[in-house]
Each structure stands twice: as C-alpha cells, then as structure tokens.
C-alpha cells in the first residue's frame, strides 16, 4: 500500500479532555492544538468524540443536537449495550455537534456523563451535597464511563457511514478502541480500512484506566476472554496493554518514551513501559508542541493581563511585564477575606523575584519536595516571595495553606485554590520563575506556557522536561529532594540580579519554541507515524 507519499486525509479523535470546553491536565490542549493544526490543511478532516459533561451548556456552547442522517426529522439517538455480568443492560446516547477551527466536534450526552461535576474526579460541592463523593478522589464509574465513550464514538462513525483512516486515542480512557475495532463482529469488518494510534500522556501508576474485576470487563467491553487475559498487568485488565496488539503507540516526549522501555524509572508506572516492550510494543516519543499564539502576551487579546509584551523581541524592556506583576502583587497584597479561594498575601516589593507553580496538586508534581524547599529558601532568602495556582488532592492543599500560614512564609508565601485561565496568564506574566518538581512528566506543556509569557521555568531534568536548557533556557537539577530545588531556586535568583543575562534567557526560550516546538512542527511527525499506522495495520 503506497502511503508515504500519500496525505492522511481523515482522522477521528477520542479524548476525554477538549481545550477550553473540559479539561484537567494536559491533554486538553494536545488533542485540541493537534486536530486544529491538522484541519489546516484543508483536504483533511478531522472529527472530534468527548463527553457532554454535567457542567457543559452544549447551547451556550455553540453546540447543536445532531441530525439523524437516516431520519432528517429526528435528532441521532441511540442505544449502547452496556452490560453488567449477569445482567443485560443498555445506556441512551444524543448527540450534539458544531465545528469549531474547522474541526467537527461531537458531545455525547449521556445519564452518566451529566451526573458528573468533574472530568475525572469529584468537586468540592459534590462532596457537600453526597459525602461519600470524596473531593479529589477519582469516579467510581471511571470504566464504564471510559468504555461508553469508546463503544458509543465507534458506533456514532457507523450512523454516519464514517470509516477514517486513522482514529487517534488520548490515554488509557480510550485505548480500548483499537482492539474493539479489531475484535467485536459488527466493527472487524466495518473498519477494517482504518488504524489506530494510541497516545500514552501519563503512564504513572493510577493513570492507566486498569479494572481488576476481570468479569466486568468482560461483560461491559464485550471482548472475548484471550484478550483480556492476555492484556493484564499484575492481573488487572490494562487498556495499553489491550490496545499494544492492534495500534500504533506513542507518548508526549521522546525521553519520556526512553524512560519507560529503556531505564528503570518505569517502576513509576508498574512497569508497563517493559511489559509493553517484552510483547513487542514500541513506544514512539513524539514531543507535544503548542501554538504560541494562544499565550502570546504581546496581544491584548491575551486575557488576564495588565499590559502587553513581547518576550521575542530584545528591544522591549518587558516594562508591560512589571506592570503585570504590579498588577498580581497589588491585587494579592493584603490579607485574603474568608470566603476568598485564598490562603496567604504577598507583601513584598515587586523588585524581589516572583517564584511561581501552576498546576495540579498531586504527589507526581512533586507538590511536597516544593513545599519544603519554598520552606528552605525563604529562611535563607529575605527578598523573595512565592505563588501557587491549583487545586489537588485535600493532603497537597493542605501543605500549601499549612506553608502560607506559617509565620516565616507570613506576606510571602500565596496559594490561590482553584484554576481559572484568566488568573493562570496574571501568574504566568507576573512570575519571573516557574517551578516544576515533578517526580516525573512525560512532557511538560507549563513549561512553554511560562516561557512564552518570559517566566523562566525551574525544572527537574526528567521526561519531557529535559527540553529545558540549563542555563540557556531556563534551571535544570537532576536529584529531586528539597535543598537541591533551594540550591536551583537560589542560583535562578542570582541570575534575577544580572538583568542583561536574564532578559537574554527570556528571548532564546521562545525562539527554541518557535523553531522546534510548534504544532506545525509536531504535526508534521505525527502525519508519518499516521502514514506508518496504516502501512503496518492495514493489509
């Protein structure tokens, strides 16, 4: 089948996450900045499958009820078999639809999916309102909401007569496309034309979308009993290591792809990486890129800032930057009141370096090494303050408030619990450093966003992060415990002093960006490993 020379002209995406409209990590930007980038090109079409989550308004949205195509005068409804052992059961699925950046974007409304406050995990207010909805905890229902998604996605290309060449599938709430489409009866045939790409975004232990009930996922998934015996990982049902067999597998980074096969830090993910190596996986690293033009702050268009900027060009000062760290610091400067998502103030002057974290508050993000070294610092640092944006887990959020409203932190130390994009930009333009302690990242995508917006990034030189050049781009250290982090965080505030040097490392960071790390770059190998996709899969 010649396709090196042929273009990939139809691709249909499966995530859970969608840029602005849900996310909680960042697989919402990478599914939604690869489908608009590969829509440019305007021979290709690219479709879109998520949830119609409970805090989505599809109306306010722009979304419409789709249109059956078989029965113009009735909106596309339908049922997916979704059975429980022992018990034959169903789920209704509608579905509503716009395109977006040239993108058809498809939201399945389901019982299931409206109940749900959060993407992944219960909210602060589920758990007022029903207790056992522990804030932070993951949905009980994880899989079957995983295996609606896919069967109901597979089901909807058939209403539309749909068979793309390629299906692309985000993490482990997805993967089992690939063998649903390669083993259920009603699906072998139909697609018998398209392959499959399977994007691993985290591989950590508790990211992989594994179920121990091996009946359930029988029942549920409707795949025969040799798959999911022969896709366990210590005797749990794994969707990568389902899908291993009948796709094409890539992760965010080429040296997080190295970790998992190749080193021993894949015992951060149970050892999947090897597993998938030991029955012939190959596991492609392609590293995520982003589109500059979403965080630029040299467009007033960019929300949250208080001036604009332009970090690229040498001849700018970056004086609408300082304003915007004005702006943060008079807006944090007094004590938060109590019904404030707040804990801490800063009260120092705006001539003291601004160290900041963005971010999910979980122990892969290395919250607790952060903490303690912010702890080391400030007793050594009189002339320093810290922020934090995020929210996490009830144990993370704590050491954050117990950090802010310690006596040495006192108007020097900020947590804003929570996440909003508006004051994520105040943060990324008024920080001068950006810290990321993960314990590991398989990409990284805070890291561009800071530096784009001239906040240098702090990093601990694993997986994906290891695009951050020590000195030139930003601060790497490679033993991650606290002092080395108070060591890097004290060397990044000597550099703070040397104006030329730092303004120096701002621009470069964004010309690395802009040469090597734009999704017009990354798409261009993502359309070679879809060419090599169907030269392998489709015989």
Request: hydrophobic share 40%.
């Amino acid at each position: 089948m010649e396709t090196n020379t042929k273009q990939v002209k139809s691709v249909w995406m499966f995530t859970r996450e969608y840029g602005t409209l849900a996310g909680a990590g960042g697989v919402k930007d990478v599914a939604a900045q690869l489908s608009k980038t590969l829509a440019r090109w305007t021979a290709r079409k690219v479709h879109v499958v998520l949830p119609l989550y409970g805090f989505m308004d599809p109306i306010a949205l722009g979304f419409e009820p789709l249109v059956d195509p078989d029965f113009p005068d009735r909106n596309l409804s339908y049922d997916i078999a979704m059975n429980y052992e022992a018990r034959e059961r169903t789920e209704r699925i509608h579905v509503w639809a716009k395109i977006s950046d040239r993108v058809r974007i498809y939201l399945l409304e389901s019982e299931r999916y409206r109940e749900k406050a959060g993407v992944y995990t219960y909210t602060r207010e589920e758990f007022q309102r029903e207790s056992w909805k522990v804030q932070g905890a993951g949905h009980v229902d994880y899989f079957a909401m995983n295996v609606l998604l896919q069967k109901a996605g597979l089901e909807l290309m058939v209403l539309l007569k749909q068979r793309p060449e390629i299906v692309h599938c985000h993490d482990g709430h997805t993967a089992i496309v690939p063998a649903l489409m390669r083993e259920l009866p009603g699906y072998r045939s139909y697609f018998r034309q398209t392959a499959s790409v399977v994007t691993i975004h985290n591989a950590g232990i508790g990211y992989h979308q594994e179920v121990s009930d091996l009946n359930f996922v029988q029942a549920i998934t409707g795949l025969p009993w040799r798959v999911i015996n022969d896709s366990c990982l210590e005797h749990s049902f794994d969707p990568f290591i389902a899908a291993g067999k009948y796709c094409t597998m890539t992760t965010v980074s080429e040296n997080y792809a190295r970790e998992l096969q190749e080193t021993e830090d894949d015992y951060l993910t149970g050892w999947l990486g090897h597993r998938l190596k030991d029955i012939n996986v190959t596991i492609h690293g392609i590293t995520n890129g982003i589109d500059p033009a979403d965080f630029d702050p040299s467009r007033s268009d960019t929300d949250g800032l208080a001036k604009t900027y332009d970090v690229s060009d040498l001849t700018d000062n970056l004086a609408g930057k300082a304003a915007c760290k004005d702006d943060l610091l008079a807006t944090l400067a007094q004590p938060p009141e109590e019904e404030e998502n707040r804990v801490g103030f800063l009260s120092g002057k705006s001539q003291w370096p601004l160290y900041s974290f963005i971010g999910r508050l979980s122990t892969q993000k290395g919250v607790d090494i952060l903490a303690e070294a912010v702890r080391l610092f400030l007793l050594n640092q009189a002339n320093a303050q810290v922020v934090f944006l995020g929210n996490g887990g009830t144990y993370e959020e704590s050491l954050l408030t117990d950090l802010a409203e310690d006596d040495l932190c006192r108007g020097r130390v900020c947590f804003l619990r929570g996440f909003d994009s508006g004051i994520a930009n105040m943060v990324y333009a008024a920080g001068d450093f950006f810290v990321i302690p993960s314990r590991y990242e398989p990409c990284g995508l805070t890291d561009y966003i800071a530096q784009l917006f001239g906040n240098l990034p702090i990093v601990h030189h694993v997986g994906g992060l290891v695009k951050v050049v020590d000195g030139k781009t930003g601060f790497a250290y490679t033993e991650n415990n606290p002092e080395i982090l108070m060591e890097t965080m004290v060397r990044a505030g000597e550099v703070y002093k040397n104006k030329k040097l730092m303004r120096q490392m701002q621009r470069d960071s964004v010309v690395k960006i802009e040469r090597h790390h734009t999704w017009s770059q990354v798409m261009k190998s993502y359309s070679n490993l879809y060419k090599q996709g169907i030269e392998e899969q489709i015989q």
